[in-house]
């Protein structure tokens, strides 16, 4: 069973960073596709990011592009999100996901998520 745990989540002020990681196991890491996902308080779950198995591609939602870099790590089994020039609207629970298939907006597993709070 795939287990995923997020952290690296918090307070920071606006235009600043953050960099949350997602540690996975009980699955081959590198057979999954990995992506981010948020959900602001009374809002909808929402794309952020994704990456494909190898690392080679990468894919950003248009409200984060140039802001936000995703990146993986196969021999430690875990993906990360680099977010700068964070803004108050980037505040969200944020999850990462997997899943055998890249592209899905409804992945097999995921984390337990992990609070980003940008105050202005």
């Known amino acids: 069973q795939v287990q995923l745990v997020e952290s690296g989540g918090g307070l920071v002020q606006a235009g600043g960073s953050l960099r949350l990681s997602c540690a996975a196991s009980?699955?081959?890491?590198?057979?999954?596709?990995m992506s981010w996902f948020r959900q602001a308080p009374g809002k909808e779950r929402e794309f952020v990011a994704a990456i494909s198995w190898s690392g080679d591609s990468t894919y950003y939602a248009d409200s984060v592009k140039g802001r936000f870099t995703i990146s993986r790590n196969n021999a430690k089994d875990t993906v990360y999100l680099q977010m700068s020039s964070l803004k108050p609207e980037d505040t969200a629970v944020y999850y990462c996901?997997?899943?055998?298939?890249?592209?899905?907006?409804?992945?097999?597993?995921w984390g337990q998520g992990t609070q980003v709070t940008v105050s202005s």
């Open positions: 009980g699955c081959a890491f590198s057979s999954y596709a």
């Open positions: 996901a997997a899943d055998r298939t890249l592209g899905l907006m409804s992945p097999a597993y």
